[in-house]
């Protein structure tokens, strides 16, 4: 179940928690075991959450999840203040160092990375127009809310906080979030960059992975020496239910107490890479080949794929030659085809090996690859152990015999130009021969 907090004493709450009500179809219940102003009285319910209202500002409402029965997730509507104009955005909850805007010092809530992602895209649905949509840092409490959480707000000042339109686009993400698990294992906890997270909300944007508590740079610089903070590091990743991190930044300390702590920091290319495959897959390949940040790329096969591979190389000459025509076909041919492949220059060039699903997923990659020379060959034929191309081309000695000299005429000849020589034309299929080059397999 979905648990909604709307605060009375911010206006752009309550202006949200109308648009909820007006949005679906609620019935109205009374509980008179809790006080009307921690969330008691009247509250409302409909299909997949329960709504109650609060008479404090959201961070100073630790442990609100008692509130509701047994919710799954809480949402904390709310207003975002700044100079960013008109903007909906979304964070965890906590703080990374000081306490000064409610919750506890080094105090993190348990983040909500999956309905982050999720609400991060129906913001982009139902933006109004001239609305910027996006996430933050983890940035105020409360710090122990009783069940993951994020809040979900409405800016940046006060012409939005009572703007319809940005309320309701505000109140629909949220009840977009009716049955959408909080926690995902495809999750990074973002150390570094700014507090509008830009990095972290292009991973939310462009891959598959979710983020959970991001610690802006200012945050990293409260929380102080990571290594007397290592406690608060920790936290980070237990509370967003992952062992991975993207550090924005070079912040070797931090690196350090990471991995002290057994937990694992990836690129951003990582993630990328990693989006639609399977992480069991990518260990295994990563072993097997080398690694993702060494030029390893995974192809389409990959995505979802569970199953077991073989490790092949492929014929060098072949694929210098075919790369020498067209790198972007030969990308093309083996990413379609391989589960995973090796790469140079920057991850444009792929230098095999590769890893297959089968055996014979490697003959479609040579006969990919033969394709490609036709753009340069008139023939190409592919046999069993060897690739054969051939083209006719210019033959300097067929048109010395013929009488040419050296020159001009050679040049126009080679252009496939007639040319006189004593009277008599030399044409130039006269002096074309086939030459063939072979390609072992």
Same mark, same amino acid.
Request: charged share 30%; glycine share 12%; with cysteine.
């Given at each position: 179940?979905?648990?909604?907090?709307?605060?009375?004493?911010?206006?752009?709450?309550?202006?949200?928690?109308?648009?909820?009500?007006?949005?679906?179809?609620?019935?109205?219940?009374?509980?008179?075991?809790?006080?009307?102003?921690?969330?008691?009285?009247?509250?409302?319910?409909?299909?997949?959450?329960?709504?109650?209202?609060?008479?404090?500002?959201?961070?100073?409402?630790?442990?609100?999840?008692?509130?509701?029965?047994?919710?799954?997730?809480?949402?904390?509507?709310?207003?975002?203040?700044?100079?960013?104009?008109?903007?909906?955005?979304?964070?965890?909850?906590?703080?990374?160092?000081?306490?000064?805007?409610?919750?506890?010092?080094?105090?993190?809530?348990?983040?909500?990375?999956?309905?982050?992602?999720?609400?991060?895209?129906?913001?982009?649905?139902?933006?109004?127009?001239?609305?910027?949509?996006?996430?933050?840092?983890?940035?105020?409490?409360?710090?122990?809310?009783?069940?993951?959480?994020?809040?979900?707000?409405?800016?940046?000042?006060?012409?939005?906080?009572?703007?319809?339109?940005?309320?309701?686009?505000?109140?629909?993400?949220?009840?977009?979030?009716?049955?959408?698990?909080?926690?995902?294992?495809?999750?990074?906890?973002?150390?570094?960059?700014?507090?509008?997270?830009?990095?972290?909300? +292009?991973? &939310? %944007?462009?891959?598959?992975?979710?983020? *959970?508590? $991001?610690? =802006?740079?200012?945050?990293?610089? /409260?929380?102080?020496?990571?290594?007397?903070?290592?406690?608060?590091?920790?936290?980070?990743?237990?509370?967003?239910?992952?062992?991975?991190?993207?550090?924005?930044?070079?912040?070797?300390?931090?690196?350090?107490?990471?991995?002290?702590?057994?937990?694992?920091?990836?690129?951003?290319?990582?993630?990328?890479?990693?989006?639609?495959?399977?992480?069991?897959?990518?260990?295994?390949?990563?072993?097997?080949?080398?690694?993702?940040?060494?030029?390893?790329?995974?192809?389409?096969?990959?995505?979802?794929?569970?199953?077991?591979?073989?490790?092949?190389?492929?014929?060098?000459?072949?694929?210098?030659?075919?790369?020498?025509?067209?790198?972007?076909?030969?990308?093309?041919?083996?990413?379609? +085809?391989? &589960? %995973?492949?090796?790469?140079?220059?920057? *991850?444009? $060039?792929? =230098?095999?090996?590769?890893?297959? /699903?089968?055996?014979?997923?490697?003959?479609?990659?040579?006969?990919?690859?033969?394709?490609?020379?036709?753009?340069?060959?008139?023939?190409?034929?592919?046999?069993?152990?060897?690739?054969?191309?051939?083209?006719?081309?210019?033959?300097?000695?067929?048109?010395?015999?013929?009488?040419?000299?050296?020159?001009?005429?050679?040049?126009?000849?080679?252009?496939?130009?007639?040319?006189?020589?004593?009277?008599?034309?030399?044409?130039?299929?006269?002096?074309?021969?086939?030459?063939?080059?072979?390609?072992?397999?």
């Amino acid at each position: 179940m979905l648990a909604v907090v709307v605060s009375r004493a911010d206006s752009a709450s309550s202006h949200i928690g109308d648009h909820l009500l007006e949005l679906a179809s609620w019935t109205e219940h009374e509980d008179e075991t809790r006080s009307d102003a921690e969330g008691g009285g009247t509250y409302y319910r409909t299909e997949g959450a329960e709504l109650r209202t609060f008479e404090d500002l959201h961070l100073h409402l630790d442990g609100a999840a008692a509130a509701f029965e047994d919710p799954d997730l809480l949402v904390f509507a709310s207003r975002h203040s700044g100079e960013t104009g008109p903007l909906l955005t979304a964070h965890a909850t906590g703080n990374f160092g000081p306490a000064e805007y409610g919750g506890g010092a080094g105090s993190l809530a348990r983040a909500a990375p999956n309905a982050l992602r999720a609400v991060r895209q129906a913001f982009a649905e139902h933006a109004p127009e001239g609305y910027d949509v996006g996430i933050e840092c983890t940035h105020h409490g409360p710090s122990t809310v009783g069940r993951p959480s994020l809040f979900v707000e409405l800016g940046s000042g006060e012409d939005e906080w009572a703007d319809p339109e940005g309320a309701e686009a505000v109140a629909r993400s949220i009840l977009d979030l009716r049955g959408v698990a909080p926690t995902d294992y495809r999750t990074v906890v973002g150390f570094g960059g700014g507090h509008y997270a830009p990095r972290f909300d +292009r991973v &939310l %944007a462009e891959t598959d992975w979710r983020v *959970g508590h $991001v610690a =802006a740079d200012w945050a990293l610089e /409260a929380m102080g020496d990571p290594r007397e903070a290592k406690a608060v590091v920790g936290k980070a990743f237990t509370t967003s239910g992952t062992e991975f991190a993207l550090v924005d930044g070079d912040r070797p300390r931090l690196v350090e107490v990471i991995e002290e702590l057994g937990f694992e920091t990836v690129s951003e290319t990582w993630l990328r890479e990693t989006t639609a495959v399977p992480l069991e897959l990518v260990e295994r390949v990563e072993e097997a080949l080398s690694r993702i940040d060494n030029g390893l790329r995974f192809g389409t096969p990959a995505e979802g794929y569970d199953g077991e591979f073989v490790a092949a190389d492929l014929p060098a000459e072949l694929l210098e030659e075919a790369t020498g025509i067209d790198r972007e076909a030969v990308r093309e041919a083996v990413d379609g +085809r391989a &589960l %995973a492949y090796e790469t140079s220059e920057g *991850g444009t $060039v792929v =230098a095999g090996p590769v890893a297959l /699903a089968d055996d014979g997923d490697r003959r479609g990659i040579v006969e990919a690859l033969a394709a490609v020379l036709e753009a340069k060959y008139d023939t190409v034929e592919v046999r069993d152990d060897e690739v054969v191309a051939a083209r006719e081309t210019f033959d300097p000695a067929l048109a010395r015999e013929a009488g040419v000299e050296e020159g001009p005429a050679f040049g126009r000849l080679a252009d496939g130009e007639t040319v006189e020589v004593g009277g008599e034309t030399v044409d130039p299929a006269d002096v074309r021969s086939a030459r063939e080059r072979r390609f072992p397999l």
